[in-house]
């Protein structure tokens, strides 16, 4: 007989059965319970299993695309002067160059200064001082167009005034120009190109590159000091010079062409002091890596230097202006050579009156913008 202390079970709430007969339903209860358990766990866990490779694949898949995504951001933002070829000391180019007309009018490419290759579009575009314009066109065509400023110059917005240089912004698909004589960096958009909007006002702007991440970099050849811009924050920072005119290394003197590395080092053309400086990223003071040695044509000298580049193993090559020459100067060199232009070997005159502005393309041709010859000539990669 139960206690009537013990607390209920579910078998007390079914007093018509044995206990014998209970003894049994209780052991067919546990076998099937054990054989549904048994069941929902085969079931289960492949499901699981399937569920976690999905995720697993599509998280991977997430990150892969994401990985890529930034990757290709990060190649179409570094084209300025960069290139996929392995450029290095070694590198020869053809001393005969090919010669590219932008424009049957040669007035819209009066006095080219800053050139820009686009190898996502394959395309060229130019800051034509004179003519008040951008002009692109196509590789391997003649022909261009105006693609920025007008017929005419002046300082409304859909007008340049002696334009100086430009970069390609991909993530905006837009150009953005040095207005020089507007003192004032203007945005271009490809697509669209009658809203073109001021970015910076009331800057000397000379020349332009920009980084990795998509901040761009500008030379104020007036307040002798170069600034980084954020897009996003709409602010920029002094990272080379900012502290007066002059020679120290603290100092830059009317600078000119301006470059960035993957290191987010920066190095500029220091046209009065006849010299290239790199600044390292976050340095208050930078290093001669080029010239330095007052204005000549020896080889350890430059003269009113105007466009820098360097290749991905450090060599700086500089549009050597007044000296009608393009140089490399080697890591830690003392004098550069002179790969093209005056004096150069296997040419047999000089190519170059005002060379302004260099670049390299992604399969390492090295293109020139003769300020004075109104002309772009392309010297191809000697593999020979």
Excluded at 28 to 43: G, P, Q, R, S, Y
Excluded at 293 to 316: A, K, R, Y
Aim: with cysteine; net charge positive; hydrophobic share 35%.
């Amino acid at each position: 007989m139960r206690n009537v202390n013990q607390s209920a079970s579910i078998w007390s709430m079914i007093p018509c059965i044995t206990t014998h007969k209970r003894k049994r339903m209780c052991i067919i209860f546990c076998a099937i319970t054990v054989i549904l358990l048994v069941l929902v766990t085969a079931i289960a866990t492949p499901i699981v299993i399937i569920m976690k490779k999905r995720y697993s694949t599509t998280e991977k898949s997430t990150v892969t695309t994401m990985e890529k995504r930034s990757t290709a951001i990060t190649e179409r933002k570094t084209t300025k002067g960069h290139s996929s070829f392995p450029i290095n000391s070694n590198t020869k180019w053809k001393p005969n160059p090919v010669i590219i007309s932008a424009v049957n009018d040669l007035d819209r490419l009066h006095s080219p200064i800053g050139i820009y290759i686009d190898d996502d579009s394959r395309s060229i575009y130019v800051a034509s001082w004179g003519g008040h314009c951008i002009v692109g066109w196509k590789f391997n065509q003649t022909n261009g167009e105006i693609v920025a400023g007008s017929k005419e110059s002046g300082n409304g917005i859909n007008q340049l005034h002696y334009p100086t240089d430009l970069i390609a912004d991909k993530e905006t698909d837009s150009l953005i120009i040095c207005d020089e004589g507007n003192r004032r960096i203007v945005q271009w958009f490809r697509q669209n190109r009658t809203n073109p909007q001021i970015i910076i006002p009331h800057i000397y702007c000379a020349r332009l590159i920009i980084d990795r991440n998509g901040d761009f970099y500008v030379s104020d050849w007036f307040n002798n000091k170069v600034i980084r811009w954020n897009m996003v924050n709409k602010e920029g920072t002094i990272v080379a010079g900012g502290n007066g005119n002059g020679n120290q290394s603290n100092q830059l003197s009317s600078p000119r062409g301006v470059f960035v590395d993957r290191d987010f080092s920066v190095y500029v053309a220091d046209l009065e002091n006849h010299r290239i400086m790199k600044w390292m990223k976050d340095a208050n003071e930078g290093i001669v890596v080029a010239g330095g040695n007052g204005g000549g044509n020896n080889l350890t000298q430059l003269c009113s230097p105007e466009g820098v580049i360097v290749d991905h193993f450090g060599n700086v090559y500089v549009a050597d202006t007044k000296n009608k020459r393009i140089m490399r100067w080697s890591v830690e060199s003392q004098e550069g050579s002179i790969i093209l232009g005056a004096d150069s070997i296997g040419q047999q005159s000089n190519p170059f009156e005002v060379p302004g502005d260099i670049s390299f393309d992604g399969d390492g041709n090295l293109y020139v913008a003769d300020f004075n010859k109104r002309r772009i000539q392309k010297f191809l990669v000697d593999s020979s």
